[in-house]
């Protein structure tokens, strides 16, 4: 990653949270600590971040809670043309007529693109998937209640009677943090108590994963392999990557990225 990628990830990511630590910048920015380091000095010279012990602080804070993982917008900008090819593929997956659940996440939006021309029922905890959907086609949409999420532009609640209930999804597609012989993995327990009141709510459960969560881990698991009917990732995934899913018996499908998946990156 260029070096003035890392400083426009790092301001928005500053910008985002008020505070972030050198560790979550390492998580995000798969650069080394010395350069981490670095890059906040440089920005604090400029008088665009200020330099705190640790880490760096917004020039102007807003101090809000915010959820473990990598916000919206910053992963919006990466794996791109994966995304995409994973979300035509996933599309093909959608029956006209059906009632799906769609995830929030940056792989689950770029599913939107492909749903112009259909006639569906969709549940959704994400905003900007919500407001595309509806300025793209003519699907209906359902928003749940909840608490507003600024970075990963999602709704959650934290009680157990809201709209979620009165759903029922023929097919949940979802993204995730990492997914291993484990099954789907999240960094933040919110996250996961959100996805696991989804679950309940589908007997299908696709999971759109770029290849590079296949090699991404954590400590908190949603649900194990035997849940998962479908994974739909990219061909950058290793053939050993996607044999303990084919053991369990699920149905792996690989996109291959075109040339248009590859433009899009530059739209």
């Not at 021309?117 to 209906?140: C, E, G, Q, V």
């Not at 928003?143 to 949940?172: A, C």
């Amino acid at each position: 990653m260029l070096e003035r990628e890392r400083h426009s990830l790092i301001l928005k990511l500053v910008e985002e949270r008020s505070i972030v630590s050198v560790g979550d910048l390492l998580d995000l920015l798969g650069a080394s600590e010395a350069t981490i380091r670095r890059d906040i000095n440089t920005l604090a010279e400029r008088g665009e971040v200020k330099r705190i012990r640790g880490g760096a602080e917004a020039v102007r804070p807003r101090h809000q809670p915010h959820l473990v993982g990598m916000p919206f917008s910053l992963s919006q900008d990466i794996s791109v043309p994966q995304k995409r090819a994973i979300a035509r593929v996933a599309a093909e997956l959608i029956t006209p007529g059906e009632s799906i659940i769609i995830n929030g996440g940056t792989t689950t939006f770029a599913l939107v693109e492909f749903l112009a021309d259909h006639d569906l029922d969709i549940l959704t905890n994400s905003f900007p998937i919500a407001a595309k959907l509806l300025a793209t086609s003519r699907n209906r949409i359902t928003l749940p209640g909840g608490t507003i999420f600024r970075e990963q532009n999602i709704v959650l609640s934290p009680f157990d009677n809201d709209t979620i209930d009165n759903f029922w999804g023929n097919k949940l597609f979802t993204g995730c943090y990492g997914l291993n012989r484990f099954g789907i993995m999240e960094a933040d327990p919110l996250i996961v108590q959100a996805q696991t009141k989804l679950l309940k709510r589908t007997e299908d459960v696709i999971v759109m994963a770029d290849s590079s969560k296949l090699r991404q881990k954590s400590a908190m698991i949603v649900t194990g392999l035997e849940r998962i009917s479908t994974i739909v990732t990219d061909d950058g995934a290793k053939p050993e990557e996607l044999e303990v899913f084919k053991a369990a018996g699920i149905k792996v499908i690989v996109a291959s990225v075109s040339q248009d998946d590859e433009l899009q990156k530059l739209a």
